[in-house]
């Protein structure tokens, strides 16, 4: 076991539980627990969005594409950052003057139907799997790296701290351990940066010049096609990436935490400023991964590239620069998950429970025990899920999550702001087309078929993109749109009083 790494591993988990018992003192109500009662600076919100968004598929999975395939990684860091643009111009302010809680809130202030709620509760249910398994697959690959136990042991331990964090803190605690996650990545991932760029002595057209030479695919590393050889799928892979940031639910749920819409887009901006300069040095990761530590070292420790940036790490500062970096890949990873559950747990306890089961008459100690039993839910079937998914690259997983947001999320959120003829038929047929289009599509793409038995099912994938957003989104806006065409005419009283609320936030 390495004691450096288990000296680092310690002090962030005991850094992270003690902001998790300050935050249990003033967590004593549902809208603190899902919200933080409102009360985060944009700032601070701003770091936490940030925090929450760089994930293990950000760190470790991005890393290690742009290691193995090159300039066909980077198109992750790509659509990652171009996503934020949507958010902020689109559905920042709208979101935080319509809603309470959820995406449903916000949908429902339109159309007051326990339908709609509930697909958007399952809606987001599924997202947050699809997201969990990918950061449970880096927490396990990475805490086996780290401190030597099997891979199983290191999800569990995961899943016991992440619960706990949300079980106890709520979003206060959330939220506080999104910014010390964020500001310990930042610092990690520049540190690393800059022992790249010294060594190529900080010749950034040097470095790129090197890396024909350096990696088996030669200049070919530099252009797209490496890995992505179909121009469809490069497509429809963005498409995912750039669209389904606006509809992931752990992210939208970070606006409701703030006081007011002005103080959300100041959020956004903050987060914008530092997902843009993390994602700019993720090619100093890659490229160094690929250079001082070899694509065979790298499949070595880790079948989908992984662990990239923790051997470049080793390989630039020794055993104590890897253990850091892995300790920080650790909290990432714990801080992206407890954002997950609770907006997982958020869904079950405000939308399904509170709102269908209860008719909205729930009681506060009725709403904190339905959430803290989802969030024990939630986090035992990922688990499940993630024991089997071991030899999957994050960063993929983490991509098809963003397609389930983009189809199943992304047309009801537009559609409800901005027609005025969308009606309650259209918003259910947009959430369902969206979600079981997705999800039909991965069911036969070669994500589980291969003919040579390499994947999941031994067969050939009926459907030949390895993501389908390409598809499936337009399909959930058409669902939308046919819906609203069979169903009942809008409320265009109704549509009025939400326009003047999602502008100026009257309520």
Aim: hydrophobic share 55%; aromatic share 12%.
């Amino acid at each position: 076991m390495n004691v450096i790494g288990l000296a680092f591993f310690v002090a962030i988990v005991g850094l992270t539980l003690f902001v998790t018992y300050i935050a249990s003192k003033r967590t004593n109500s549902a809208s603190e627990f899902y919200t933080a009662g409102g009360g985060l600076t944009g700032w601070q919100n701003g770091i936490a969005i940030a925090g929450d968004y760089l994930s293990a598929a950000s760190f470790l999975g991005i890393a290690g594409a742009i290691a193995l395939f090159g300039f066909d990684g980077f198109f992750y860091s790509i659509g990652y950052l171009v996503a934020y643009l949507v958010v902020l111009y689109i559905v920042a302010e709208p979101l935080r003057n319509l809603g309470k809680y959820t995406l449903a809130d916000m949908i429902t202030a339109r159309f007051d139907q326990k339908k709609i709620r509930a697909a958007a509760a399952i809606s987001t249910l599924t997202i947050v799997l699809f997201y969990m398994i990918a950061q449970l697959v880096g927490a396990g690959a990475l805490i086996q790296l780290l401190l030597g136990i099997d891979y199983w042991v290191a999800v569990l331990l995961v899943g016991v701290m992440m619960t706990i964090y949300v079980l106890w803190g709520g979003m206060a605690a959330t939220s506080w351990v999104q910014i010390i996650k964020a500001a310990l990545l930042m610092v990690g991932t520049v540190l690393i940066s800059v022992l790249v760029l010294w060594k190529f002595n900080f010749n950034i057209l040097g470095m790129f010049t090197e890396m024909k030479s350096i990696t088996a695919n030669g200049e070919a590393y530099l252009h797209p096609g490496v890995k992505y050889t179909n121009g469809l799928d490069t497509i429809s892979m963005m498409i995912a990436l750039v669209l389904g940031t606006a509809g992931l639910p752990h992210i939208l749920m970070r606006f409701f935490t703030v006081k007011d819409a002005k103080t959300a887009r100041s959020s956004v901006v903050y987060a914008t400023w530092i997902v843009g300069i993390f994602y700019v040095l993720t090619i100093f990761l890659g490229f160094g991964a690929a250079a001082f530590v070899g694509s065979d070292a790298i499949i070595a420790a880790n079948p989908a590239g992984n662990m990239a940036a923790p051997l470049l790490a080793q390989a630039l500062g020794g055993d104590i620069l890897m253990s850091f970096v892995s300790a920080v890949a650790f909290a990432t990873i714990l801080a992206v998950v407890a954002g997950l559950v609770l907006s997982g747990a958020s869904a079950f306890a405000h939308d399904l429970y509170g709102q269908i089961f209860k008719k909205g008459k729930a009681t506060e100690k009725q709403q904190m025990n339905a959430a803290r039993l989802a969030s024990v839910g939630v986090s035992a079937f990922s688990i499940l899920l993630a024991l089997g998914a071991q030899s999957m690259n994050v960063a993929f997983l983490v991509s098809l999550a963003f397609c389930i947001a983009a189809s199943a999320n992304l047309p009801v959120i537009i559609y409800t702001i901005y027609w005025k003829n969308f009606n309650t038929t259209g918003a259910l047929t947009a959430i369902i087309t969206g979600l079981f289009s997705a999800l039909i599509l991965v069911a036969i793409s070669p994500n589980l078929w291969a003919a040579d038995g390499s994947m999941a099912f031994t067969g050939e994938a009926l459907f030949p993109l390895t993501n389908p957003a390409l598809v499936s989104v337009p399909l959930g806006f058409l669902g939308g749109w046919i819906g609203t065409l069979f169903g009942a005419r809008a409320d265009q009283r109704k549509y009025a009083e939400v326009d003047v609320k999602a502008n100026i936030g009257l309520k």
